[in-house]
């Protein structure tokens, strides 16, 4: 078929590439612009994320709080001008112990994100004079405090929280965090993205041609056939196949993937309250079992080691408006990297497992665990680096850039990073935090550093 060209193509249109593509097109004017996609924009894993956004970050420097912060600059200016067509709240993050040495470190965190430029923190310890409480809103997000508070009180946590479970000692409530429709921001953007003229061609990219250690051209299989689009540069947005791309680019991209599970069911018992905000278990968790089902599973090799001690992090949102009582539940029990496949496997009895974990944070959950109702299982590939952070920037091949390793926040960064790699490309000036993220950062002595004491790795 007739060749093409472009300024850009950008081989993946999920939230991460129609970011970028929207920055080259309305922040700086780029026209030509070609986003390749071989299934529907957004699908792959963009709609199989829970939504939701936070600033709260583990260091060790700031670089991770900076670009969520624009991050969630960029969506508030987009909330606000759309008439909050994207449905962003800020209810927050609730995270829960039942374990009372962690409280210190709690407070330690909490002072390290304050530090790091998440908003100051509050502690309320039942004792006069402290600072007051603010519930989060349902709704909306004008008006709501940041930093975070930490709350110690136990007739304060029953007051507001009196769902969790009575062996709750503290609760830390992070603030600038929340949720809001991703399907609608990434719709949103590519339309305005395509009204000045960002073009969407449907297929999988097959070649890149990098004669002379530059990008020339871009191949394409489409339905029609082959394609040739000229171009001078090419981004490798592929998501969960970005070390895929980046092969046949010819990098090789220091990523895995894991694959993430979520289950959503009727709520119809309400046990979680329509306002709540994100409610995170951060303790290790035990399962409850019968007598009669802990003998089972004790003879099973295969089963065995659901008895035991089982990672931390099992969290749940409310979904929905109106008259909704869908209840979302994540919980990354098995970390172990993936080769991604599509469909994406579903683990025998996820529903229940997820729900059992739940139910340790959340007693009243226990009452679905005789027959969930009606539930539905999907979700998609986290693709991460080491330490968990983005790349970002350009690549070792002349016209080679990268946006992706998003993990399992690719929806809250999306923004800061299109317009990151945007401004890449424009060269643009660039954001204090932007070396932090390119590829180039493995080959700095003082980042190696960092990554042998590299700590939490903040992927919820």
Request: glycine share 10%; with cysteine; hydrophobic share 40%.
């Amino acid at each position: 078929m007739a060749d093409l060209t472009a300024e850009v193509v950008i081989c993946g249109a999920g939230i991460a590439g129609i970011a970028a593509a929207y920055h080259l097109a309305v922040t700086h004017g780029m026209t030509d612009v070609v986003l390749v996609e071989r299934g529907a924009p957004l699908s792959m894993t963009s709609d199989k994320s829970t939504e939701c956004y936070r600033n709260w970050w583990p260091g060790p420097d700031d670089a991770m709080v900076g670009l969520m912060n624009r991050s969630i600059d960029l969506l508030e200016q987009i909330a606000r001008r759309t008439d909050n067509l994207i449905g962003m709240n800020r209810r927050g993050y609730l995270f829960a112990t039942a374990d009372p040495t962690r409280v210190p470190a709690l407070h330690r965190s909490s002072k390290e994100a304050e530090r790091l430029g998440a908003g100051p923190l509050r502690v309320h310890d039942g004792r006069s004079g402290g600072p007051t409480y603010v519930p989060g809103r349902a709704d909306g997000f004008e008006g709501q405090p940041d930093g975070a508070d930490l709350i110690t009180d136990p007739e304060l946590i029953r007051e507001h929280f009196p769902y969790l479970s009575p062996r709750t000692v503290a609760v830390l409530h992070p603030r600038r965090c929340g949720w809001f429709s991703a399907q609608q921001l990434g719709m949103s953007m590519l339309e305005e993205a395509r009204r000045r003229g960002v073009r969407l061609t449907r297929g999988e990219v097959t070649a890149i041609d990098t004669a002379s250690g530059r990008v020339r051209s871009v191949t394409v299989a489409t339905d029609g056939g082959a394609r040739t689009i000229s171009t001078p540069r090419f981004v490798n947005a592929a998501g969960p196949l970005l070390k895929a791309v980046g092969e046949i680019l010819g990098v090789e991209l220091p990523v895995v993937c894991e694959r993430h599970l979520k289950l959503s069911f009727n709520d119809h018992l309400e046990v979680v309250p329509r306002g709540a905000p994100l409610l995170i278990w951060s303790d290790d968790v035990v399962l409850r079992w019968s007598e009669t089902e802990r003998e089972a599973l004790a003879a099973s090799d295969e089963n065995r080691w659901l008895l035991g001690r089982l990672p931390p992090g099992v969290h749940c949102r409310p979904e929905g408006h109106g008259d909704s009582r869908t209840l979302l539940v994540l919980w990354t029990y098995d970390m172990q990297p993936v080769d991604p496949v599509f469909p994406l496997p579903i683990t025998d009895h996820f529903a229940e497992l997820v729900l059992r974990g739940m139910a340790v944070m959340i007693p009243g959950l226990a009452h679905y665990l005789d027959r969930i109702p009606r539930p539905y299982v999907d979700g998609g590939y986290y693709t991460k680096t080491r330490e968990n952070r983005p790349l970002i920037g350009p690549l070792p091949i002349e016209g080679g850039y990268v946006v992706g390793a998003l993990s399992g926040y690719g929806v809250m960064a999306a923004c800061a990073a299109g317009e990151l790699l945007a401004a890449h490309i424009m060269g643009a000036p660039l954001p204090r935090y932007a070396p932090a993220f390119t590829l180039s950062r493995y080959a700095d002595p003082s980042y190696q550093k960092l990554l042998e004491n590299w700590g939490d790795s903040g992927q919820l």
